[in-house]
């Protein structure tokens, strides 16, 4: 494994994570918590030492699930969870006040058997909440009562990461990039490593397209976000994926995929989902292959 600091923070992070998003049973189709379990102590064993949730994935239960592999391990891993999904009244709703986040905080904790939280992210607020700052106070508060260690956001454009830069002092970004979305690298990860903003790279395989097992007449279970694709976005996609394939080379498009999220020295981590121990230890087979050459770099940001 190889590690990096986030951002500024002086937590040392593998630079392949573990995106929990899955395993809490919704958005990708059905799973078993028993190898959900198997795949967490896997990637702790290969020494992966992030790992991403969230109160709503589930909601509720990838934490739960977190917090069991926690137990005896806890200064050994950092912990990133999120806030901003109101899932405790009905109709459930984004919820960034300071009051919910404060009420939201102390859930997670519970669940996770934790006294704190190493990076505790907004969950995907819209600009106007990132420049309207009441949220980053309330997150400050946590930070100095030690119920948090840092804080962060997730985030969809990257206006959104460049506004919570000036809005107020992330300690870190999450943010989709791989090599079918590279916008970030262009804008927002010069003025994060400016800032000693650390990236979390998530999605970096495209949630599986460059892993190159889809064809265009691929089928998702109920349950899975994916089944929501449109036809001719698949295609399109699909397409760009094949004029990838030419990194796959002496590794897989996968393992090419993974490569390339950790070549910008402004990403401290990327976090794959994992749904079994296989996947984990195909995600960190990608340390075993060379990185990628600059001249293969220049080719895929020009796909």
């Given amino acids: 494994m190889e590690y990096r600091e ?25 799973v078993d918590d028993a190898v959900s379990l198997r795949a967490l102590e896997e990637a702790i064993d290969l020494g992966v030492t992030l790992i991403d949730t969230a109160d709503a994935y589930g909601p509720r239960h990838s934490e739960e699930l977190v917090a069991k592999v926690l137990v005896g391990r806890r200064d050994r891993l950092v912990v990133a969870t999120k806030v901003g999904n109101d899932f405790y009244q009905e109709p ?18 519970k669940r996770l058997g934790t006294d704190y939280i190493d990076v505790y992210q907004l969950h995907n607020p819209s600009e106007e909440i990132i420049r309207r700052g009441d949220a980053f106070a309330a997150l400050e508060g946590l930070k100095a009562e030690g119920k948090i260690r840092f804080w962060g956001v997730s985030i969809g454009p990257s206006s959104e990461g ?33 800032q000693g ?27 899975d976000h994916r089944s929501n694709w449109k036809p001719e976005q698949l ?19 996968a393992q090419a995929a993974l490569r390339f999220a950790i ?22 087979a990608a340390l075993d292959v060379p990185p990628l050459a600059a001249e293969e770099l220049e080719r895929a940001g020009a796909v």
């Fill in 6 to 30: 986030l951002g500024n923070t002086g937590l040392r992070v593998s630079v392949i994570g573990f995106g929990a998003w899955a395993i809490g049973g919704s958005g990708w189709g059905p």
């Fill in 92 to 109: 459930r709703r984004k919820n960034f006040d300071p009051d919910y986040i404060r009420f939201a905080v102390d859930q997670s904790l």
């Fill in 162 to 194: 460049i506004a919570a830069m000036r809005s107020g002092r992330p300690a870190s970004l999450q943010v989709v990039y791989n090599l079918l979305q590279q916008a970030p690298a262009r804008e927002l990860f010069p003025q994060a490593r400016a």
């Fill in 197 to 223: 903003v650390g990236i979390i790279a998530r999605v970096p395989l495209a949630s599986g397209l460059l892993t190159g097992k889809f064809g265009a007449d691929a089928t998702f279970p109920p349950g």
């Fill in 235 to 253: 295609r399109a996609n699909l397409e760009r994926v094949e004029r990838l394939r030419f990194l796959a080379r002496g590794r897989s498009l």
């Fill in 263 to 284: 070549a910008d020295p402004a990403v401290s981590v990327v976090i794959p989902g994992a749904k079994t121990a296989a996947q984990v230890r195909e995600n960190v």
